[in-house]
């Protein structure tokens, strides 16, 4: 779906899983998950956003445990997932869906798969240009690819800040959280970043390796660099370098 900071398939999402799988062959035993002795781990994203890398990671036939603290998105998926499809879109709708509450699948659908650059509620993005015209196209095929792979993928609504660690079999943990000094995500509080360092610390002292994706890291070895062209404005193109670490 669109979303600020989004890892999609056109973009670095399935290389991404290429670095990961290098580092867990296991990643590779998918499709077996019941019928072998050797199972692919279980993969927990704890900043699911616009769920772009748990649709690629389903469609793998990987596990995902998928949860974000922003309860609009996760309402959103938690109602695709049984069946949920999106109307219509239209400006009325968009200006009411804003006052929603954040259970009604609505509130996200129109606040970032239908908004400029999937920016929670930055502009209602239809109806200036033919490429603004494909958000709600884009959207119904992320809708069929989750709804297809759904009994891969499970959501909740969680803050991973007051999670605690502790052992979990098999699993590994890809965060892909708001990026050290970047735009906050308004659906959510501001995030603490020293905070999160710490408890990436603390689920890989309990054998629950950590990926993370950020353009830093104070606690991860750098494991993969991307070159990502994105845009500062509607006009001016921006690079970037996307890195992933390993904590383990
Ligand atoms: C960089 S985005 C994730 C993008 C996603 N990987 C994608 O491809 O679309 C960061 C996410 O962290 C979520 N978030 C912010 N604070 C959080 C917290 N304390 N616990 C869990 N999620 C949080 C935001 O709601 C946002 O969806």
Not at 87 to 116: I, Q, R
Not at 167 to 186: E, M, Q, S, W
Not at 225 to 248: C, D, Y
């Amino acid at each position: 779906m669109k979303y600020m900071g989004a890892k999609t398939e056109g973009g670095i999402g399935r290389k991404l899983f290429g670095v990961m799988s290098i580092h867990y062959p296991k990643l590779n035993n998918r499709g077996l998950l019941s019928s072998t002795k050797d199972p692919a781990p279980r993969i927990w994203e704890p900043f699911c956003g616009g769920a772009n890398m748990t649709v690629i990671l389903a469609k793998l036939g990987l596990h995902v445990i998928a949860t974000d603290y922003s309860l609009p998105v996760v309402s959103l998926y938690n109602a695709i997932v049984v069946g949920w499809l999106p109307p219509e879109p239209t400006k009325d709708g968009y200006v009411v869906a804003k006052l929603l509450p954040d259970e009604d699948p609505l509130k996200a659908y129109y606040g970032h798969a239908l908004s400029f650059g999937g920016k929670w509620f930055g502009g209602y993005s239809r109806g200036n240009s033919r490429a603004d015209d494909k958000y709600d196209l884009d959207f119904i095929k992320f809708v069929k690819a989750l709804y297809k792979h759904r009994k891969h993928v499970s959501f909740a609504h969680r803050n991973f800040l007051t999670i605690k660690p502790k052992r979990l079999h098999n699993t590994i943990i890809y965060a892909d959280p708001p990026y050290r000094g970047c735009t906050p995500y308004k659906a959510t509080e501001p995030f603490d970043n020293d905070l999160f360092d710490l408890l990436c610390v603390r689920w890989a002292e309990n054998g629950v390796p950590v990926f993370i994706s950020e353009y830093a890291s104070n606690v991860g070895e750098e494991v993969a660099a991307f070159n990502v062209i994105g845009f500062a404005t509607n006009l001016v193109k921006k690079t970037s370098t996307e890195k992933l670490f390993l904590l383990r």
